[in-house]
Structures are given as structure tokens and as C-alpha cells.
């Protein structure tokens, strides 16, 4: 891959943990009607680590 690339997956994976930890403040800190977007925040970044596992294993 080149190095652009390796780049943006590296930048991807620091922005997900960011919203991971943010979605787990939401959860734990915020009244219970905006837990939901915590959820979804925690899920995003799930979703965005695990399709840069993917992108990046090797075949």
C-alpha cells in the first residue's frame, strides 16, 4: 500500500478510538435519552476498526 494510504487507515484508526471514547462518555455520564447516541457512536467505531482489519489482512 502507499504511504497516502497507510496515512488515512492510520488516521481512521485514532478517530475511532476518539469516538469510541467519547460513546462510552456518553453512556456513562449523560441522562438516559442520549445514551443511544453513545451506542451508535461506540458502533461506528467498531464498524471502522474492524473494516480496516479487514482491509489490511493479508489474503
Given amino acids: 500500500m502507499g504511504s497516502v ?13 476518539i469516538l469510541a471514547a467519547a460513546g462510552i462518555f456518553i453512556v456513562l455520564r449523560r441522562p438516559r435519552t442520549e445514551r443511544t447516541k453513545g451506542l451508535l457512536m461506540i458502533a461506528v467505531a467498531a464498524v471502522t476498526v474492524v ?9
Avoid at 5 to 17: P, T
Avoid at 51 to 59: K, S, Y
Fill in 51 to 59: 473494516n480496516i482489519w479487514l482491509l489490511t489482512a493479508p489474503l
Fill in 5 to 17: 494510504v497507510q496515512i488515512a487507515l492510520s488516521l481512521a484508526v485514532v478517530f475511532a478510538v
